[in-house]
């Protein structure tokens, strides 16, 4: 099935369940049947790494590169120095931006500013250009978050100011690195820091447990100055881990899970709660997956639409009535996007109906859809594009690169993957093939961002699907849904939906329970011109219907359905509803289709 506005050529989804292992470790036979299942096809082996407490964090001393930022800061601290953090403009860099001044003030530092480009007119990272805004307020160590690992130019640019330069990242680094005082970064040659996927916001947190601990050996704290507790800071270290969309391995799943904790405690930042609130979601129920998708967004729409000082100067405020000022400013912000997006959306698939009615440019038998996509139309807004990627990417399965023209009238492009490419490698091929091709680039396996010139996008294209090629064969062109299984009508209610609740935090490599079933529809009705909701019947063996439930399903319509349907094929997460105090389970429907015969 498939939305009004989406072109007729989707990449057909296969449901497959998850392989169930042979034997299962003897704690998981403690747990109830349902955890039991999910956690062994996450790969979880042992109790501990279920053990969400802070004394299972990692120690800061593998983290390369800290002694030396330790070193940094206390010189710092002690002569009373002008500190700037320069961030990035989405909610990991807002997030870590905040945290560091945030941290520094709790320990007795109150020469402190940030900075953070204006993606319109600097663009990404600690540029030269930004480095001579920089200057102006005189700054005698600088401090990046959540970028810097490639700023080559900018750190050479303070350099010659006579600034200090602290690089703190986990972006993947280039062959060389830019000549910093000191830099941190779990990516980087030699680094034994065990959780590679370590937001920028944990980077930073990280640093600033260091540098406590170094204070405290030099009897830093006292009556006056208190030593601080950095768990205050980590509703936000959660927020920015979940919205940079790091894999949640169990070191993330600590930050996350007790940021959540403390949230849940009413113990959160006056900031998070007003974006909480305008959210429309419970502090008191919140879930790793509403950080994700309706928090961050509003953090994020900051650094897309206007700047991301907005975001930041909220996540800041310690006033309630203030902060709810900012956040519904961002929640305005955010309603803009949406537009924005909507209208591009729109766009991209006139675009791709029209590109996969002419292109061949496939893996054999990967049906009639390139192995990559690459998107441009001239008047697209270069802060929406990241999105848009990724909203083509899911709904086709393949690498999608969306591009807009910059102020200087270069392409900006936001590239999104799937599982099996790793998108930063695949365009350093292409840089090193074609030289010419790619002014620059960086990001992640699954997000990256680059420049070309508008001359050169033809060329990068067929360049850029000829190294897909090279790496993905057809298989990892299934769009396959994975699921564990079906639940039984008994284990369609609240307690079992809060049990998986409250089994997370759930999130990138760690995803949350979806399960796959036949349902009668006892009713079905559109609700906001596009969404499918129903009442859902669960038949017993002897054919008498047991109970019901309610179910949704986002962006789909029943209008290509034959007349007759009265059973459907369900793949679903098992959910809390709340309304107006009152908690039901319900299925969030990810997958949908009619029973036929």
């Known amino acids: ?83 700037l953090i320069v961030g990035d403009f989405d909610a990991d860099g807002a997030t870590s931006t905040a945290v560091a001044v945030r941290a520094l003030r709790l320990m007795g530092h109150s020469n402190i500013n940030y900075l953070v480009p204006n993606r319109f007119e600097y663009g990404y990272g600690l540029t030269p250009e930004i480095v001579d805004v920089a200057q102006q307020s005189n700054p005698e160590l600088i401090i990046t978050v959540d970028n810097g690992i490639a700023s080559i130019d900018g750190v050479e640019r303070a350099k010659q100011y006579g600034i200090k330069v602290l690089v703190t990242d986990h972006h993947l680094p280039a062959d060389r690195l830019p000549d910093a005082d000191a830099i941190v970064n779990p990516n980087q040659a030699g680094d034994t820091f065990k959780c590679k996927s370590t937001a920028g916001v944990g980077v930073i947190f990280y640093i600033m447990l260091a540098l406590r601990a170094a204070l405290r050996d030099q009897d830093w704290f006292t009556t006056e100055r208190p030593e601080p507790n950095l768990a205050e800071l980590l509703d936000l270290v959660a927020l920015g881990t979940v919205a940079d969309v790091v894999p949640l391995e169990h070191n993330n799943r600590i930050l996350v899970a007790q940021g959540i904790a403390r949230i849940r405690a009413g113990k959160v930042s006056a900031g998070l709660k007003a974006l909480i609130k305008v959210a429309g979601r419970n502090a008191q129920q919140l ?188 298989d990892k062109l299934q769009n396959i849904l994975l699921t564990d299984g079906s639940l039984n009508e008994n ?74 349907v009265s059973r459907v094929d369900a793949v679903y997460r098992l959910d809390v509803n709340e309304f107006r105090g009152n908690r039901t389970a319900q299925l969030m429907v990810e997958h949908i289709e009619p029973v036929v015969g």
């Open 1 to 83: 099935m498939r939305s009004q506005t989406t072109p007729m050529s989707k990449s057909q989804r296969k449901v497959c369940r998850r392989q169930q292992p042979e034997t299962l470790p003897d704690f998981l036979a403690t747990l109830p049947p349902i955890l039991a299942r999910v956690y062994s096809t996450r790969n979880i082996r042992s109790a501990s790494e279920l053990d969400n407490s802070l004394k299972g964090l990692l120690p800061y001393q593998s983290l390369k590169g800290i002694d030396a930022a330790v070193t940094l800061l206390v010189a710092a601290l002690q002569d009373k120095a002008s500190i």
């Open 287 to 474: 879930k790793a997956s509403d950080m994700g998708f309706a928090i961050a967004p509003r953090i994020n729409a900051a650094g897309r639409l206007e700047d991301m000082s907005i975001g930041i100067e909220c996540l800041l405020c310690d006033d309630d009535v203030h902060a709810l000022a900012i956040a519904t400013q961002l929640d305005s912000l955010n309603h803009s996007r949406r537009e924005i997006e909507d209208e591009m959306k729109q766009q991209a698939f006139r675009i791709l109906d029209k590109l996969l009615n002419t292109e061949k440019n496939t893996i054999d038998g990967a049906d009639d859809v390139p192995a990559a996509l690459c998107l441009y139309q001239q008047d697209w807004h270069e802060g929406v594009i990241g999105i848009l990627a990724s909203r083509i990417k899911d709904y086709f399965h393949r690498p999608v690169i969306a591009f807009a023209t910059s102020k200087e009238g270069e392409l900006k492009g936001s590239a999104r993957s799937i599982q099996g490419l790793h998108l930063r490698d695949v365009l350093d091929e292409v840089s090193k093939k074609h030289p010419q091709l790619i002014e620059k680039f960086g990001g992640h396996a699954m997000a990256a961002g680059l420049t070309v010139k508008k001359e050169n996008l033809s060329e990068f294209k067929v360049a850029f699907i000829q190294q897909v090629n090279a790496h993905l064969t057809e």
């Open 491 to 564: 284990d369609l209610k609240l307690d079992i939906a809060e049990l998986i609740q409250n089994a997370g935090p759930w999130g990138q490599n760690f995803p949350e329970p979806v399960f796959d079933g036949q349902f009668d529809i006892i009713e079905k009705r559109i609700v906001g011109e596009k969404h499918l909701k129903l009442v859902l019947g669960c038949s017993g063996t002897d054919g008498a219907q047991q109970n019901t439930i309610d179910a949704i399903a986002f962006n789909v319509t029943d209008k290509d359905w034959p007349a007759d």
